[in-house]
């Protein structure tokens, strides 16, 4: 008949944050971040950055036998690299979530992985010290405080271990 429809998967299971409330073990949260950057490992070879990277969007479900399998979700404000300014995507134009987002992304400039690795360890760095890194009365303070500050180290927050406190400051 001619009309367009789009189908998805019906996904049963809790995106990141609630897990995180939950409870997740040190362990838990390493296998899911080894999968996260894994699928953001696939996304950047194909050239595209996800830019809004978050716990709402990295889903757990029962897969394959793996109760914490993640699916990455949303990727609305995604960018394929290298394809030239176009609409939403443009550079100057600031998308995401605040308290999650990059510095050049919070600058507006053009991004890469980066990016996305930058989100990641900003939820890593939550997931594992039960806080984010930068708080504030406004996503105007939140944006400030990425791109003015060094997030306090997570062992001065909480019982980091030392060498997940190493990767966290990697990634930061």
């Known amino acids: 008949s001619g009309q367009f429809y789009v189908t998805m998967d019906l996904l049963e299971g809790r995106d990141l944050g609630k ?11 390493f296998h899911v971040f080894i999968q996260v950057a894994e699928v953001l490992e696939l996304t950047h070879q194909n050239n595209i ?3 809004d990277l978050k716990p709402d969007n990295i889903f757990l479900v029962n897969e ?5 399998f993640v699916k990455l979700l949303d990727f609305g404000i995604a960018k394929a690299l290298h394809s030239g300014p176009s609409g939403l995507t443009e550079t ?5 979530t605040p308290y999650y987002m990059s510095p050049e992304q919070a600058r507006g400039e053009d991004v890469d992985h980066r990016t996305d690795i930058y989100s990641l ?3 890593m760095y939550r997931a594992y010290t039960g ?17 003015t500050e060094a997030p306090e ?3 001065r927050v909480c019982g980091v271990d030392p ?8 990634i930061h």
């Open 131 to 147: 806080r984010l890194p930068f708080i504030a009365d406004s996503a105007v303070g939140v944006i400030t405080r990425h791109l």
């Open 49 to 51: 950055v996800h830019r």
């Open 121 to 123: 360890g900003v939820i």
């Open 92 to 96: 100057g134009v600031i998308l995401g």
């Open 163 to 170: 060498r997940t406190e190493r990767i966290l400051s990697l």
């Open 64 to 68: 394959e036998g793996d109760p914490l």
């Open 19 to 29: 897990a995180l409330k939950q409870g997740l073990s040190p362990a838990e949260m």
């Open 153 to 155: 180290l997570p062992s």
